[in-house]
């Protein structure tokens, strides 16, 4: 049997407000719309969708060259030509992998709340013969609502077959992993949402214009490009009653003059995800450029940043634009909407329609958007903040 090495990341998080369904045992028909990329030894890929194959037991994905099926206890893969590795992305299907034998909800153990005891990739028993390696990555840590992930759900599993002989895998296999569905569908979102509010001032070619008034075709300023032409805005509300439910969609508010430089000239309020930028002497040393992009939750640390939950409603705004750039709201430094695919998950039905109809090879293959500046892990964001800290130096200082 090959050795396999199990990693988990928190890379990636989502969560779900309302957890998962009472019977947790997911079949293939369950797994309708998942996300299957497929990597081949020879540097090609195939991009696939999971479909439902009956109205109650199987489903499956084909490609040219790789064939998947899963009805409730094996998952069955056929390969004709070399596979370098396999991911398996389950949250357009609702539902994740449960990685952890443990049932004990958090606190007191360590299983979210409404998931049950689970288990990471197993091979089948016909492959004890087989030598050589895998490594099955989990990303994409899954929380409920007003609990931290404990680290035993996960939206996305790749397994690299590349130390197996040959350097990949050739023909078929057999493994089971256990699959939880959520109770109610779309409730698995990304909480990385990156936005800014209703009233927030940006600059263009006009002045400062209030980012509920700007258009497609508006030009905007941008700190590395000059005036850019705006493609789209999109917008959504958080009421009283999400914001009470979902803590994290609370906006960070940074009083103006909190970065230095004098900047925001005006209060500024942004999802706590929304990254802005730092330009510093400490940046330059810890990353080797001046400019780096940090999210505004890593700033709460600095004075006159904080959580603003005392507000009652908020309106987010994305700016999208052809390529991801810095432009300046309330004349400050900060990001547009980095489009790529997991950036999709954040949208709403129609605002993903129309981002596909804007940005097709978003959804035809694995796109990762390029940001205009590096954004660092969130480990060492915090880092960052923290020798800012230590060294009473401004965010902005530069």
């Not at 941008?222 to 005036?227: E, I």
């Not at 993903?352 to 205009?372: I, M, N, Q, T, W």
Request: glycine share 10%.
């Amino acid at each position: 049997m090959p050795s396999i090495d199990i990693v988990r990341r928190d890379e990636n998080p989502h969560e779900t407000v309302n957890g998962i369904r009472d019977d947790t045992n997911s079949r293939g028909v369950d797994l309708e719309g998942a996300r299957i990329t497929v990597t081949y030894v020879d540097g090609s890929t195939e991009i696939l969708t999971w479909h439902a194959r009956d109205s109650y037991t199987y489903g499956g994905a084909t490609g040219t060259d790789i064939e998947m099926s899963f009805g409730f206890d094996w998952h069955e893969l056929s390969t004709t030509k070399a596979l370098s590795s396999l991911e398996i992305d389950l949250q357009p299907a609702s539902s994740v992998f449960d990685t952890t034998l443990d049932s004990g909800d958090y606190p007191d153990g360590n299983s979210t709340p409404t998931s049950l005891n689970g288990y990471p990739f197993r091979l089948a028993p016909e492959y004890e013969e087989i030598t050589g390696g895998l490594t099955v990555t989990y990303s994409g840590i899954v929380n409920l609502t007003g609990s931290p992930a404990v680290g035993d759900l996960y939206t996305t599993m790749v397994v690299d077959f590349s130390q197996l002989p040959g350097g990949g895998l050739l023909g078929g296999l057999r493994w089971n992993s256990d699959i939880d569905t959520m109770r109610d569908a779309g409730d698995l979102v990304p909480s990385g949402v990156t936005c800014i509010v209703r009233g927030t001032l940006i600059t263009t070619d006009r002045g400062d214009v209030p980012i509920e008034d700007l258009e497609s075709g508006c030009r905007i300023l941008t700190q590395d490009h000059g005036f850019q032409e705006l493609v789209s805005t999109m917008s959504r509300v958080v009421g009283t009653n999400e914001l009470r439910r979902n803590a994290k969609l609370y906006p960070v508010r940074i009083t103006a003059g909190a970065l230095g430089s004098g900047l925001p000239e005006r209060d500024l309020v942004v999802s706590r995800q929304h990254r802005m930028v730092v330009k510093s002497d400490i940046a330059k040393r810890m990353f080797g450029s001046e400019t780096v992009l940090v999210a505004a939750i890593r700033l709460t640390e600095l004075p006159g940043i904080f959580v603003d939950s005392a507000i009652e409603r908020v309106e987010y705004f994305h700016l999208i634009f052809k390529n991801h750039e810095v432009i300046f709201a309330e004349g400050t430094p900060t990001e547009s909407f980095l489009m790529n695919f997991e950036t999709q998950k954040t949208l709403s039905k129609a605002q993903r329609d129309e981002f596909l109809s804007l940005f097709p090879k978003v959804g035809e293959v694995a796109y990762p958007g390029a940001p205009a500046h590096a954004i660092p892990s969130r480990m060492l964001q915090k880092e960052l903040v923290r020798r800012h800290v230590k060294n009473a130096k401004n965010i902005l200082s530069l």
